[in-house]
């Protein structure tokens, strides 16, 4: 990679050292969710069966949708780039739409369990009612609502930049430097994707055999 | 990249994504004790290497970027691990006032 | 000297004097100077605290301010010294100013980021100021539960914002400092050209991207805690206090790594060049800085030895900690082995260095023995372990800082501060440091405790030296301020190479222009060719 240099070759080493950034990027955001993992991981180790019992109060149907509609955005997304590395402007366009609808599509999902979870009590620290297993329950949601929240607020800006990079390609040209910020943009929303993929199973899936 | 992808690696990834979420819904609902967990974030695992090696090029990206991906992993695997150790091994004495099985 | 040396061009500095030049600068040079400004300022206010403490330390009542007044010094002391002087010192600006130049770049990779950074940095800042003055945090700089989520009655959740803040600017810096050294070296300057500091640099970027965020998260999980009385932290609702030290050593312990690193690479600088000889085992010092860099990540549960972890928790940390001394020792072996058979020159730069190479040796070896789990279940709480971290803190990473200043003052300023004064401040510094903390560390040994205000009255005699010594430290610390602000105005203009160095930001002008060369420089084939004397080219 080092032979590439800004004079030699200038597209290709923009779009390496772009991705570089990002991915730098990206390994101090896995280390910021690392955080709420390592309390999951004490949570579930030291009560595993009481948080079995609290993951049932979570609307199994509405997480699998919404993971659906989470892999499905990242397809779009990867088409988008994949279009924009051969100049695609309009499809690019389209594909970036796409993408921030099922973005928000799943936003609007997770707002609506949100509510719902309100009216049911389960908002440790402002709502709470739940009485049986309380204690865990309550340690459950609150990691919960910190993951799935914290996670839906960088959804919400992957939503806001793939809306704003639709709207600067409404019209020619396409410079291929901006081939190179949907790729950047690409890598995050994919990884706004991964850290929901590995929620799902730890916040759903825990207690659907019993 | 000269020549991108075609656009049946995607649709493929997609698939096998899609595939993968139905096969983790299923799976648990039956009772595997030990093995949901693992069977459900083996499946995960997966599914992230999919969108890893797929959807975020790394197959073909470099080393250093293939290194940049996975450090954080190992970080946090010592975190993981290292506290680990001390949580495995702590000795619990619960106080004479604590009934057996509260908290 | 090349044409390359005397570019006549404008320097960065007279590129724009608005102050909205300053403010809105994409020039990492000028980014550096606004760091500098601002630690040095939080510089001084950690300073306050710590005076006032040692002021309160000099009769055993400690009655000079009550105790709740108490905590919240050494608490203020701690926050503002390692978040917003100590982690940011040398990286934000000395690594700032040099990375670019010593690798034959123009710029840092991400420029905007780079000035971010700095604005972060000031918010964070005003969240710490303004806890100061609603009132001050007494939970100690390690925010440890259950007092911090449950039982203190301060500014908690304030403080903890803006060490939280704060921390996205050490993880802009080291962003930047990755991609930088990765994809814009000048050709020719391959990985085993580098200089130890930008080597030490990239590895403190490592551990910034990688830590940071852990601290991030957890203080997060602290002030939701706090807030909500809901949290994984508190037994009483089924959490585990020791989480959130796990989860806080495990960012503070590669912490004070990234607070070290960038001082050896300093002092691999300074030494060669007033040795003026190679740097002795080049590739083992580098290996040796991803060493401590790798080897930091594995050791944070020896702050935890007394807290309730298990005993085989203990003893594997213990194991790693004696480890970690490894690749430390190995570099200061390598400066010693430099240093002998040199032609060593005792400007300031090179005293504040041999400075570090001392005080770092005598804060490791200590290290060692706290390492030791039955040592550290009585030496733990005590004055020893303040002594030990302020000598590596203090004798180690301030004293390089300042060697750094000196050093590359000229290169910075384009003027020459008096060299007499330097060494005179040095002199004064060294002196100082060693009155105030080496009792401590016989304080520590006879037992008494860190963090209070009153001590039993056979302390006295050890506290009054180590009182008197914090007053002639002040001293030391405000000359520089002194004579390196009285050089901006009166000190002779330099040349390009006033020390003849070896390195790519000595062949530019001093100071450099702002795309820092005029031609692509043309790389050395060897670091730290001074022996045999090589002219620069």
């Not at chain 1, 101090?28 to 390592?38: D, K, N, P």
């Not at chain 1, 993951?147 to 396409?174: K, N, Y």
């Not at chain 3, 909205?20 to 605290?49: E, N, Q």
Request: proline share 6%; glycine share 8%.
């Amino acid at each position: 990679m080092s032979t590439t240099t800004p004079e030699i070759r200038p597209a290709e080493w923009r779009e390496q050292t772009a991705s570089l950034g990002m991915w730098v990027f990206l390994a101090t955001e896995v280390m910021f969710f690392g955080g709420i993992f390592m309390g999951y991981l004490y949570l579930r180790a030291h009560y595993s069966a009481e948080v079995a019992q609290a993951s049932r109060h979570t609307h199994e149907w509405l997480g699998t949708i919404n993971t659906a509609i989470l892999l499905t955005s990242s397809f779009s997304m990867a088409l988008a780039v994949r279009f924009s590395q051969l100049a695609k402007r309009e499809t690019v366009q389209r594909l970036l739409w796409v993408t921030a609808a099922l973005g928000s599509a799943f936003l609007a999902v997770k707002f609506a369990e949100y509510t719902m979870e309100w009216h049911e009590g389960l908002v440790p620290g402002l709502h709470f009612t739940i009485q049986e297993n309380a204690r865990v329950t309550a340690l459950f949601f609150f990691l919960y609502f910190l993951a799935t929240g914290v996670h839906a607020v960088h959804l919400t800006i992957g939503v806001l930049a793939v809306l704003w990079m639709s709207w600067r390609l409404r019209r020619p040209p396409f410079p291929d430097w901006r081939a190179d910020e949907i790729d950047v943009l690409g890598l995050y929303w994919h990884f706004v994707d991964a850290i929901w993929i590995f929620l799902y199973p730890l916040f759903y899936l825990v207690s659907l055999s019993s | 990249m000269n020549s991108p992808p075609a656009l049946r690696v995607y649709a493929v990834t997609w698939v096998a994504l899609m595939a993968l979420l139905a096969a983790t819904f299923v799976l648990a609902h039956f009772r595997l004790g030990m093995l949901n967990p693992v069977v459900a974030l083996a499946i995960a695992l997966a599914k992230a290497v999919l969108v890893a090696l797929f959807f975020m090029h790394l197959r073909r990206s470099s080393t250093l970027i293939v290194l940049f991906a996975l450090v954080a992993l190992f970080a946090l695997a010592i975190l993981f691990g290292l506290s680990g150790a001390d949580y495995a091994t702590r000795e619990v004495h619960p106080a004479p006032w604590v009934a057996p099985g509260a908290y | 000297m090349s044409a390359i040396a005397a570019t006549g061009r404008p320097s960065f500095l007279e590129e724009g004097f608005s102050l909205s030049s300053w403010l809105f600068t994409r020039d990492h040079k000028r980014i550096a100077i606004l760091y500098a400004i601002t630690i040095t300022a939080f510089f001084f206010v950690g300073g306050a605290a710590a005076a006032m403490m040692r002021l309160n330390l000099m009769n055993p009542q400690g009655t000079l301010v009550t105790a709740d007044t108490y905590n919240k010094l050494f608490t203020v002391h701690g926050v503002v010294m390692v978040w917003f002087f100590l982690i940011p010192s040398i990286p934000a600006t000395l690594g700032n100013f040099l990375i670019p130049l010593m690798i034959g770049a123009r710029e840092v990779a991400f420029p905007r980021l780079n000035i971010l950074s700095w604005y972060i940095y000031l918010l964070g800042g005003v969240f710490v100021i303004y806890t100061l003055i609603a009132g001050g945090v007494d939970t100690g700089w390690t925010f440890y539960t259950p007092f911090s989520t449950l039982f203190s009655n301060t500014h908690v959740v304030e403080a903890v914002m803006g060490v939280f803040i704060v921390g996205f600017s050490s993880i802009l810096t080291g962003l930047n400092f990755i991609v930088t050294v990765h994809r814009m070296r000048a050709p020719g300057m391959t990985w085993f050209r580098m200089p130890l500091f930008v080597w030490a640099n990239y590895a403190t970027a490592i551990i910034m991207v990688l830590a940071t965020p852990v601290l991030a998260m957890t203080l997060v999980l602290l002030s939701l805690e706090r807030i909500l009385h809901v949290g994984i932290f508190d037994p009483a609702l089924g959490g585990d206090p020791l989480l959130f030290q796990h989860l806080f050593w495990f960012y503070s312990h590669p912490a004070v790594y990234i607070m070290v690193l960038p001082a050896m690479g300093v002092v691999s600088e300074i030494i060669t060049c007033f040795a003026r000889k190679r740097i002795f085992g080049y590739r083992f010092m580098c290996y040796a800085i991803l060493g401590i860099a790798g080897f930091g990540f594995l050791v944070w549960g020896h702050h935890m030895f007394v807290s309730g972890q298990s005993m085989y928790a203990g003893m594997v940390f213990s194991m790693l900690s004696f480890m970690v001394a490894v690749p430390s020792a190995i570099k200061v072996f390598n400066w010693t082995a430099t240093l002998y058979k040199g032609s060593i020159v005792f400007t300031a730069p090179m005293l504040y260095a041999l400075g570090f190479v001392g005080l770092f040796t005598i804060g490791g070896m200590t290290g060692l023995y706290l390492a030791a789990v039955a040592l550290d279940v009585h030496l733990t709480d005590t004055y020893f372990v303040i002594a030990h971290f302020h000598y590596i803190m203090v004798g180690g990473s301030v004293m390089a800082y300042l060697g750094g200043i000196h050093y590359w003052w000229p290169k910075i300023t384009g003027r020459m501060y008096n060299e007499a004064w330097g060494r005179m401040a040095a002199i004064v510094i060294f002196v100082g440091f060693n009155l105030t903390f080496f009792p401590q560390y016989i304080l520590g040994y006879l037992g008494m405790p860190r963090r209070y205000h009153e001590y039993p009255p056979e302390f006295q005699v050890l506290n009054l030296f180590s009182s008197a010594g914090a007053a002639v430290l002040a001293v030391g610390y405000l000359l520089p301020l002194v004579y390196l602000g009285w050089s901006l105005f009166k000190g002779p203009r330099a040349g390009p190479n006033p020390w003849d160095a070896r390195g790519l930001e000595w062949k530019t002008s001093s100071p450099p222009p702002k795309d820092n060369f005029t031609a692509v420089p043309a790389v050395d084939p060897v670091p730290y060719a001074y022996n045999p004397e090589v002219p620069p080219a």
